[in-house]
């Protein structure tokens, strides 16, 4: 059973960093991303890393652009999100996610965790 795991969420105030983690078991993906829901909004991508056995293309909302880094480890197994300079905005559940097609939606996902950035 194809699993994701994060970890690495947690209180924070703003202006500071954090980076979280997820770990995927049983496989590997070709890309595998992070979304965010905030309390009263709809789930939102944040950012992902795309590829296959090269080396992955990054992408970012724009919210995220110049403050987030998102890379994964050699085997593809696993996604980082490293957030600097975060912002009350930035508040609300992360959450992993990974497909295995170019074509393919993202169908799995993690459990999420908690990022709580404090003014």
């Known amino acids: 059973q194809v699993q994701l795991v994060e970890s690495g969420g947690g209180l924070v105030h703003s202006g500071g960093s954090l980076r979280l983690s997820c770990a995927a078991s049983?496989?590997?993906?070709?890309?595998m991303g992070w979304f965010r829901q905030a309390p009263g909004k709809e789930r939102e991508f944040v950012g992902d890393?795309?590829?296959?056995?090269?080396?992955?293309?990054?992408s970012y909302a724009e919210s995220a652009k110049g403050r987030f880094t998102i890379f994964r480890n050699n085997a593809k197994t696993a996604v980082f999100l490293l957030m600097n300079i975060l912002k009350p905005e930035d508040t609300a559940v992360y959450y992993c996610?990974?497909?295995?097609?170019?074509?393919?939606?993202?169908?799995?996902w993690g459990q999420g965790t908690q990022v709580t950035v404090t003014s």
């Open positions: 996610a990974g497909k295995s097609t170019p074509e393919d939606s993202y169908d799995y």
């Open positions: 049983g496989r590997t993906f070709y890309a």
């Open positions: 890393a795309r590829g296959g056995n090269g080396n992955d293309v990054i």
